[in-house]
Structures are given as structure tokens and as C-alpha cells.
């Protein structure tokens, strides 16, 4: 679905530069509100609250916000992306009244994986006590539910409400965390404060959903059992996405248990000069993503929906074969377009760490990981719009075997890696990103290449029962 990247390609289009910009920023919310809204909420919180007696206070918090932030993305993935399909399968059926129950069942299926989990993680191998456990749970789910919240809110095509709801979200966490850690420097304050922000987004977020699907739910077990088979049915889906989660955070992790992670307050791992640098090195790359929905998927979809129109249609075999050859190139060319540019700025960017390093107060010792790791996310974004892309075709097997892949080349070349020394810290995710995103794109080349055998004989359901009755005759 390209959902809200039309309404922000129109504003684009403007000939204001203010608009364009606003499109970007809009754009950047809608790509990676919840990572924004978690990254800018920490750094300003550390800002404000400069307090030596609380810096054992406040790192904690910030290790559980990323826990949070780390579990709530891995239990969600699965279920958002098999909503996703699910979501545009009713689209394309014109079943538009369905998706509120979806939308319900998704939720409360999150809802009880993200507490049940984040029950297990807070509660069993940390130290937290019950009250800053509870906190925690709620922070865990509540970052979890505005993840697949963001799916809904990308249909709404309303850019400018997201946005102001994030924004509003924000201020309130910090202001929050801010005042409350006055009132009494303790954990559960602080996440609670956080809360209060991520709730106000939450809440901003269902608002409008609901507005734009003013559909009434008679009950929730029948979308719940359409989730359910959706999952059955596109399990190559949603075991990509748990994987494609885990991937994306296993380096943080081999990291966090290696000599370079340590352990603080509450029995809370977490690597400070890796994490921060490689944080750093995703909002780098927010910019490449917020292309990618204003221009990339919607020039892509509008192609993809002429070439299957013209199938549809009955159009000649050159019709149909000139259709795919304008999204083949297209979509080619609008990757280079965005891709080779993110990649000159990361290049840049890791020219002048050292210069970062002053300005955002961090240690000259995370240049080396700055630099490998603005690169290897340019990479990363590549790998995840081509294996991304490859669903449009319903290459599921394809897409759950790249995701794999680059889980274990993220997670073993970044522990085989850390023999080198801190100076190469983030040198495993750059070579897996790279590996990975080459793989991806030869994969979706091949997949553009062969637009018609894919489309009438291997993704064929005719063919494919043809294929069972002569196999089992």
C-alpha cells in the first residue's frame, strides 16, 4: 500500500520550499515515528536533567526504554506485516468495513504478546522492583501498539495529524520525565512520565484511525480467526518480519554480552558507545526512508498497479510486456536516485565524526563505529526496501530467506567481528548490511526481469494445482 506517500508526493510537488521540506518531515514521522520519538525523547531528557546523583537513575531509564523499544519491534513485526497483507487483501476486495476489525484483532493480539513478554523480560532475569516492572510493561506495550498503529495511520493519507500527534506525544513524554524526576528521582516516575507521552500518541493516533473507518465491530472473534489463518497462510511473512526484527537488533545484542557491554543498575546490560553511535547512524538515514514513501513507493505502486491493470484488461502480450519494462526501469532508477545520494551523505557524515562527536557531547573513541555504522545503515535501508518490494509480487519465500539471511550474517559477522578491537565495532553490521542489501537487489532484479513467468505460470494458483494433479497422478 502506498497509503499516505501520495498525499505527500502532491505536497512535493509544490513549488514552496517550504512544502517540500514539510513533506520530508511529515514523510521522516511517518517512516520512523516510534524510533524519533524514543531517539529525540532520550536525548533531550539527558539534556535536562543534568544531575549527578541521578546519572545511575537516568541510565537506566534509558536502557529500558531500548529494551522496551527492542521487544516491542520484534514481538509486533510479524503481526503488523501479516495485517499489512491482510489489510490490502480487503482493499483490493473493496471490503473497506473489514479493516476495523483487524485493526482490533492486531491490536489485541499485540497487546497480549507485548505484555506476556515484557512480563518475563522485566519481571524474571532483572532486578527492577514490582512498581518500576509495571512501568515497564506498560512503556513495553505502549511503544509495541503505536508501531502497529503507524500501518492503520499510513492508510489515513492525514500526514499532518500524525505528525502533530508524535510531536504532541514528544513534548508531553519529556516534559513528563522531566517534572517527575523533580518531584522524586525514581525509575517508575520517569517511565510513567514517558508514558504519558506515548499514550497521548497512541490515543491521537486511534482517533483518527477510527475517524477514517467509522465501521462498527460486531465482535472480535471473527477477525481474530482471519488473523489467525492469515497467519497460517502467510507464515513465510510473518517469519521474515520476526526475523527481519531480530536481525536488526542482533548486533546490539552480541555486543551488549561481549567485553564491551556492561552491566549497570538493576542487572541491565547495554553497550553506551555502541548503541549511541549506531542510533546516530539510523536518524542519518530517516531522510532515505522518508524518500522512499514519498517517491519510490508510490511511483512504484502506480506502475504496478498499470502492469496487473493491463492484465486484467486483456491487453496485448506487448502491452503487458512494455508496462513491465516502465516498472522495471522505474524502479531501478528511482532506487539509484535515492540510494547513491544516502550514500554520499553517510560518506560525509563519516568524514566529519569527529566534528559530531564534539557537537553531541559523545567520546572520540565511537568515530570508528560512527563511520562504519552511517554506512552499513545506507546499506541496511537498500536491503530492506528491495526485500520489501519483493512482497508486492508475492515472493514470500524469497523475502523470508533474506531476512534470514542477513539475521545470521548480522549476528555472526558481528561476533567474529569483535576480535579486531573497539576500533572496529560496527564493521560486522556493515558487511552484513552490505551483503545483504547486494543479495536483496539481485533478488528483486531477477524478480522485474521475469515479470511475466511470475506472473502467469509460477504465481499462477491455475498452475500450481495443474502442477499437484500431475505430480500426484
Known amino acids: ?18 512544502d517540500r521540506v514539510a513533506s520530508f518531515a511529515h514523510a521522516s514521522i511517518v517512516a520512523a515515528g516510534p524510533c524519533l520519538l524514543s531517539v529525540l525523547c532520550i536525548w533531550l531528557i539527558s539534556a535536562t536533567i543534568s544531575e549527578l546523583e541521578g546519572k545511575t537513575t537516568i541510565a537506566a531509564f534509558r536502557a529500558l526504554i531500548i529494551y522496551s523499544f527492542a521487544l516491542s519491534f ?20 473493496l471490503r473497506v468495513a473489514d479493516i476495523p476489525g483487524i485493526m482490533l484483532a492486531a491490536f489485541a493480539s499485540s497487546a497480549v504478546l507485548l505484555v506476556a513478554s515484557a512480563t518475563v523480560l522485566f519481571g524474571l532475569p532483572l532486578d527492577l522492583e514490582e512498581a518500576a516492572v509495571i512501568a515497564a510493561v506498560a512503556n513495553c506495550a505502549l511503544i509495541g501498539l503505536i508501531w502497529v498503529a503507524c500501518l492503520f495511520a499510513s492508510v489515513t493519507r ?49 482517533a483518527r484511525i477510527i475517524a477514517t473507518f467509522p465501521f ?28 527481519g526484527a531480530i536481525g536488526a537488533w542482533v548486533d546490539k545484542w552480541v555486543v551488549w554480552f561481549s567485553p564491551y ?13 555502541y548503541d549511541s553511535a549506531m542510533f546516530l547512524s539510523y536518524l542519518v538515514v530517516v531522510p532515505a526512508y522518508a524518500a522512499f514513501i514519498i517517491h519510490l513507493e508510490v511511483k512504484f505502486f502506480r506502475n504496478y498497479r498499470l502492469f496487473y491493470s493491463s492484465i486484467l484488461e486483456h491487453a496485448t502480450l506487448a502491452q503487458i510486456r512494455a508496462h513491465g519494462r516502465r516498472l ?50 545506507a546499506f541496511q535501508f537498500l ?76 504465481n499462477n494458483p491455475a498452475v500450481r494445482i495443474r502442477r499437484r494433479a500431475a505430480r500426484a497422478f
Open 158 to 206: 492525514d500526514y499532518t495529524s500524525v505528525t502533530a500527534f508524535f510531536a504532541v506525544g514528544m513534548a508531553l513524554a519529556v516534559l513528563g520525565v522531566t517534572v517527575g524526576y523533580n518531584q522524586r528521582p525514581s525509575l517508575e516516575i520517569m517511565l510513567w512520565g514517558f508514558n504519558v507521552g506515548l499514550a497521548a500518541t497512541l490515543f491521537g493516533l486511534l
Open 383 to 458: 536491503f530492506i526496501t528491495c526485500s520489501s518490494l519483493t512482497l508486492y509480487f508475492d515472493r514470500r519465500a524469497v523475502f523470508f530467506m533474506l531476512q534470514l539471511v542477513f539475521l545470521v550474517l548480522n549476528g555472526g559477522l558481528t561476533f567474529v567481528l569483535l576480535a579486531l578491537g573497539p576500533n572496529y565495532l560496527g564493521l560486522g553490521f556493515l558487511a552484513a548490511s552490505a551483503i545483504s542489501a547486494l543479495i536483496a537487489y539481485l533478488a528483486l532484479a531477477r524478480t522485474l526481469y521475469r515479470l511475466e513467468y511470475l506472473t502467469f505460470i509460477a
Open 328 to 377: 522495471r526501469d522505474e524502479t531501478i532508477a528511482s532506487l539509484s536516485s535515492i540510494t547513491v545520494p544516502q550514500l554520499v551523505v553517510c560518506a560525509l557524515v563519516a568524514l566529519s565524526a569527529p566534528v559530531l562527536i564534539d557537537v553531541l557531547d559523545m567520546q572520540f573513541r565511537q568515530v570508528g563505529t560512527i563511520r562504519l555504522g552511517v554506512i552499513g545503515a
Open 1 to 18: 500500500m502506498a497509503g499516505i506517500g501520495f498525499a505527500l508526493e502532491r505536497l512535493y510537488r509544490s513549488t514552496s520550499l517550504a
Open 261 to 273: 557491554g556492561t552491566q549497570i543498575q538493576y542487572g541491565l546490560l547495554h553497550a553506551p558507545l
Open 74 to 93: 520484534v514481538v509486533t513485526a510479524p503481526i503488523a506485516l501479516v495485517s499489512a497483507r491482510l489489510i490490502s487483501d480487503k482493499l483490493h476486495d
Open 216 to 243: 462498527a465491530v460486531s465482535g472480535i472473534a471473527a477477525p481474530a480467526r482471519a488473523l489467525a489463518r492469515a497467519v497460517v497462510v502467510y507464515w513465510p511473512i510473518a517469519l521474515g518480519g520476526l526475523f
